[in-house]
């Protein structure tokens, strides 16, 4: 087990020496969706090592969406756990429940019954490594839901949550107008599309556009903001006066701004935004 901890040190060392990640970006990709057979809710995991003659244990990531747990379980060999994003629960048989978060290292004896989860609001994700030939995971019971659905007064409430995705819309905002391109690369997902007036493109293209200054989002008043939660994802609508320029040109126009944004693994991505005009006047003078 020391080996295993010096190895799984090594790699928490290098994920928390990488300099681009704004947003405690993972540097490990989701992996396959659980079919929820030992687990609730949304998880995925990804094996990143295989045991071999070698180095006898293996090591897998794994990524909770909010509110997913896997059953009670053990491992004949013992496990550690190292929680690399968001937070958590994790609780051994007769045992106080504890909350886990980026940073915090578990050790779970071998054939000790346990479960970990991410919380009702916040994903969570980890590094896990087990000596594998000492047998496979036993699977138990599943978590019983009203005792993990005890409130902790330590856990962001879904009140917390909002704020925490209006005060991110509002630094997507000053990274436009700054033209932050390396911190909007982060917050974009892969996958992310943008639906302009003009036309409808993806993640390479508008960084391009921003950092390049074709468009120059130079200011964007906010008159009110709400969000909705649907699982793990976070829909963002904002009342703005948009002040830019467009191709050299200054333009100023009245928008319902839609942002989407979902959580992966404890870290918040933005989906999808669009921009939709408005019919009502203008509130900032031209």
Request: overall charge neutral; some cysteine.
């Amino acid at each position: 087990m020391k080996k295993i901890l010096g190895f799984l040190l090594t790699i928490v060392a290098l994920i928390n020496s990488n300099e681009i990640i704004a947003q405690d970006n993972s540097i490990f990709t989701l992996g396959e969706k659980n079919i929820n057979t030992h687990n609730t809710g949304s998880v995925w995991l990804k094996e990143i090592s295989t045991p071999d003659s070698v180095f006898e244990f293996g090591m897998a990531f794994a990524s909770f969406a909010p509110n997913a747990k896997l059953d009670w379980h053990m491992h004949p060999g013992g496990q550690i756990l190292i929680i690399t994003n968001g937070i958590g629960y994790y609780q051994e048989k007769g045992m106080p429940r504890q909350v886990v978060r980026k940073g915090d290292i578990i050790k779970c004896a071998p054939n000790v019954l346990h479960w970990h989860g991410s919380t009702p609001n916040t994903g969570f994700s980890y590094i896990a490594s087990s000596p594998s030939q000492k047998g496979k995971t036993i699977w138990k019971e599943p978590v019983d839901e009203k005792e993990y659905n005890v409130i902790d007064p330590s856990v962001p409430t879904a009140n917390t949550l909002e704020q925490t995705i209006k005060n991110l819309s509002k630094k997507k905002w000053d990274w436009m107008s700054a033209k932050n391109a390396d911190s909007l690369s982060v917050l974009f997902d892969e996958k992310c599309e943008f639906v302009h007036m003009g036309g409808t493109w993806g993640k390479e293209r508008e960084v391009d556009i921003i950092k390049g200054g074709f468009i120059w989002y130079k200011k964007a008043e906010v008159y009110n903001t709400s969000v909705k939660f649907y699982g793990n994802t976070a829909i963002v609508l904002s009342d703005i006066d948009l002040v830019a320029v467009v191709g050299g040109k200054d333009a100023i126009n009245p928008f319902m701004v839609t942002e989407v944004y979902i959580n992966e693994g404890g870290l918040w991505k933005l989906g999808q935004l669009t921009f939709s005009h408005l019919a009502r006047p203008l509130k900032l003078p031209k």
